[in-house]
């Protein structure tokens, strides 16, 4: 298909899974060399939209167990980046090409990101693993902190 006759989510998608089995590297974003959950972002991004907005400063693999309370770093990085989800998650069915948030824990920020593929699945770079699709299971979506579009290209 024309690229340019590709909506914006199916790119999301397709760049997305492009980056299928590419190993887990900490802070890492090289399709086929490594990444991790943000660094999938972040090449989804630029494979898509262009240059990224932000550099991404170092953090450590439990950066989200340090930050200070009330901090949520992801969480606001994608507010100001991305198009805000508004409907709320108990009822949101995910599209492909959203932007997933998810906290481990009530008390702690968003940690971890993924992108859908649909309202069943996701793509994401999980520690100790490639980037795959999985299943959006029940235990994916107890966690589920926030979701948000990807802005229209430039």
């Known amino acids: 298909m024309d690229e340019d006759a590709s909506s914006l989510p199916e790119r999301i998608v397709a760049e997305a899974r492009a980056w299928a089995g590419t190993p887990y590297r900490h802070q890492a974003s090289l399709k086929g060399v490594g990444c991790d959950c943000l660094g999938l972002l972040r090449g989804v ?3 898509v ?3 990224e907005p932000e550099k991404a400063p170092p953090y450590a693999a439990s950066w989200a167990e ?5 901090s ?3 969480l606001d990085a994608a507010r100001r980046h991305l198009v805000s989800i508004a409907e709320p998650l108990t009822a949101y069915r995910p599209h492909a090409g959203d ?3 998810f906290a481990f824990r009530a008390h702690l920020p968003a940690k971890h990101c993924a992108i859908a593929t649909g309202p069943e ?3 994401h770079a999980h520690d100790g693993a490639s980037v795959t ?3 959006l299971t029940p235990w994916w ?3 589920l902190a926030h979701a948000f579009r990807f802005p229209d290209p430039p």
């Open 45 to 47: 991004w630029r494979g």
């Open 49 to 51: 939209l262009g240059p």
């Open 66 to 70: 340090s930050v200070l309370a009330g």
């Open 72 to 74: 949520d770093p992801l």
């Open 99 to 101: 932007l997933l948030l």
């Open 121 to 123: 699945a996701m793509i």
């Open 133 to 135: 699709e999985v299943a």
């Open 141 to 143: 979506r107890r966690h």
